[in-house]
């Protein structure tokens, strides 16, 4: 990761393409490594499979930004999969979090669509946008919930709640950088944020099915 940075922020083009891929295929190495891949936690893996492809595609040009997106909605149904493992305390505590995720999202993603509006880029992918955008706010939310869940350790929650929000926070510079207004040193912001957020989500998993 911190090779991976020092390319980003130096504009290492060769050490960036190579790094960048390195950093999922290595939590994918360490999280086959370390536990027994079986349901629930194949998700997880078939998650990071889907990032790394990801990552992959958004390193070219052209249509692949839509593609990497539409892959990494493979993700984060992946992941929300394997987030709603067992039963939960369906109490008050979870509907206001769903609630308070949604309402923030959307008031979030509402400010950013009349921004992108003004975007051609965007007006071409619009639904794909909004159906990738629906799909990670069910992700953070069933990341989330995991704090109410009897099989998800307080400690592996917590790792895969920060997570999945800086996941979401990561995709918010995205949008804004490149379909409102370019922010300054937005690409290495971006990068740190999701390779943290992974680390973190896969950190949590491990955590709770190696124990």
């Given at each position: 990761m911190?090779l991976?940075?020092l390319?980003v922020?130096?504009?290492?083009?060769t050490?960036?393409f190579?790094s960048?891929?390195?950093v999922i295929l290595a939590?994918?190495?360490?999280?086959?490594s370390?536990v027994?891949?079986?349901?629930p936690?194949?998700?997880?893996?078939?998650g990071?499979?889907?990032?790394?492809?990801?990552?992959?595609?958004?390193m070219?040009?052209?249509?692949s930004?839509?593609?990497?997106?539409?892959v990494?909605?493979?993700?984060h149904v992946a992941y929300a999969i394997g987030?709603n493992?067992?039963?939960?305390?369906m109490?008050p505590?979870?509907?206001?979090t769903a609630m308070?995720?949604?309402?923030?999202?959307?008031?979030?993603f509402?400010t950013?669509?009349s921004g992108?509006?003004q975007?051609?880029?965007y007006?071409?992918m619009e639904i794909?946008?909004i159906a990738?955008n629906?799909?990670?706010l069910v992700m953070?939310?069933?990341?989330?919930?995991?704090n109410?869940?009897?099989?998800?350790?307080?400690?592996s929650?917590?790792?895969i709640?920060?997570g999945?929000?800086?996941?979401?926070f990561?995709?918010a510079l995205?949008?804004?950088?490149?379909f409102?207004q370019?922010?300054?040193?937005?690409r290495?912001?971006k990068?740190m944020?999701?390779q943290l957020a992974?680390?973190?989500?896969?950190?949590?998993?491990?955590i709770?099915?190696s124990?």
């Amino acid at each position: 990761m911190a090779l991976n940075w020092l390319a980003v922020w130096y504009g290492w083009g060769t050490a960036n393409f190579i790094s960048k891929p390195c950093v999922i295929l290595a939590l994918l190495g360490w999280f086959i490594s370390t536990v027994e891949i079986s349901f629930p936690v194949l998700w997880f893996g078939i998650g990071l499979s889907f990032a790394l492809l990801g990552d992959t595609l958004l390193m070219f040009k052209g249509k692949s930004f839509l593609f990497g997106m539409v892959v990494f909605m493979g993700t984060h149904v992946a992941y929300a999969i394997g987030f709603n493992r067992g039963s939960s305390q369906m109490g008050p505590a979870v509907y206001a979090t769903a609630m308070s995720v949604f309402s923030l999202w959307m008031l979030v993603f509402t400010t950013l669509r009349s921004g992108m509006l003004q975007n051609l880029d965007y007006r071409k992918m619009e639904i794909p946008l909004i159906a990738y955008n629906l799909l990670i706010l069910v992700m953070v939310i069933s990341a989330l919930t995991t704090n109410f869940r009897f099989h998800w350790q307080p400690i592996s929650a917590g790792l895969i709640s920060c997570g999945a929000v800086l996941f979401l926070f990561s995709d918010a510079l995205l949008a804004y950088d490149r379909f409102i207004q370019p922010l300054p040193s937005a690409r290495l912001w971006k990068r740190m944020t999701y390779q943290l957020a992974q680390l973190a989500i896969i950190s949590g998993v491990l955590i709770n099915f190696s124990a």
